[in-house]
């Protein structure tokens, strides 16, 4: 029984990496490769004024992201670091700090922009953004090395006046540099993708409350360390389409069920109206954050996206530190997704700048 288990386990991973394919279904068999063709539907034309921020391939701070032409790629494990490396030497604004390492061995870090030196001050909220928990869904690295950029030098260093940010470009880092081209084919970039699962074949979002990992342990001693205000867990969704671009939500939502009821109160009010107002004025599409209760049966309607403990935003709910899960639609391109968690992260510096004390 176990080893049938396993096999199923096993086929379901190699024939879907996002788990919304159901183990039985026989394969499609067609006299043309699938990489022929394009089998993504078409996306949607797009011209948000947030593609304003994307900097020229001639600026010396470009973005690897941005330097593409396309918008379509994201910079390996030890490119980012180094980008960072740069990044930090040349702004005192920044700073990096490891506060793990993987099963196979490479530091695990977080970039933090503040303008108060080693020591936070303690009056001021702190926004933590995580990428990479899922590696493949990696728009929050993209986004946040081009936030703390225009920090460091292109004139939004104000943002660090009432607020520290702390940027975890890349969580699971193994999972990140078990990287190709199919890792996700239900998602429209980057090229090249990371793995769902770590070296040790886990689902770190399925961790918060175990905390088998290490790198889930690493996070919550980040966590514990720095007591962040806001929380915010950045993916890309699985392939269920609508017209929306980026969606995000948290346990309590519009009076769901939650173990942190106020927070959750603040988040509906007060975060959630800004911040899609925010997100409009770019030309973004906010949405509610949805699961489809059955992948294979879209009648059976959807869920809430309020979730259980051992998801970042249960976990948030349950430990009373205020959650959200951001899923970035997978069938919007890269760039757009890109620019969306920008226009976020840098609008919940402004929120919790002027609203994170009732926070
Ligand atoms: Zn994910």
Partial sequence: MRHALLFAAVAALVSSPAMSQSPGRPPVLSNIA?????????????????KAL???????????????RGHDFSPNYVDTRAWFDRLDAASDLIRIEQFGVSPEGRPIYAVIASKDGANFDPAKPVLMIQAGIHPGEIDGKDAGMMVLRDIAFYGKDALLDRVNLILIPILSVDGHER???????????PRIQGWRNTATNQNLNRDYLKLDQAEMRAVRGLILKYRPDLYVDVHVTDGLDYQYDVTYGFNGEDGSFSRSPNSSAWLDTVFKPAMNAALERQGHIPGELV??????????????GGLGERYSNGWGAAAHVPTILIENHSLKPHEQRVLGTYVFI??????????????
């Fill in 34 to 50: 699938p990489w022929d063709q394009p089998f993504l539907p078409p996306a949607p034309a797009w011209d948000g004024a947030s």
């Fill in 54 to 68: 994307l900097r020229d391939a001639s600026d010396p701070w470009v973005t690897p992201f941005e330097a593409d």
């Fill in 179 to 189: 990287a190709g081209a199919y890792s996700r084919p239900n998602q429209r970039g």
């Fill in 291 to 304: 699961f489809g209760i059955d992948d294979d049966e879209p009648k059976k309607g959807l869920s809430d």
């Fill in 346 to 359: 840098e609008e919940a510096m402004r929120l919790l700048a002027d609203q994170g004390a009732a926070l």
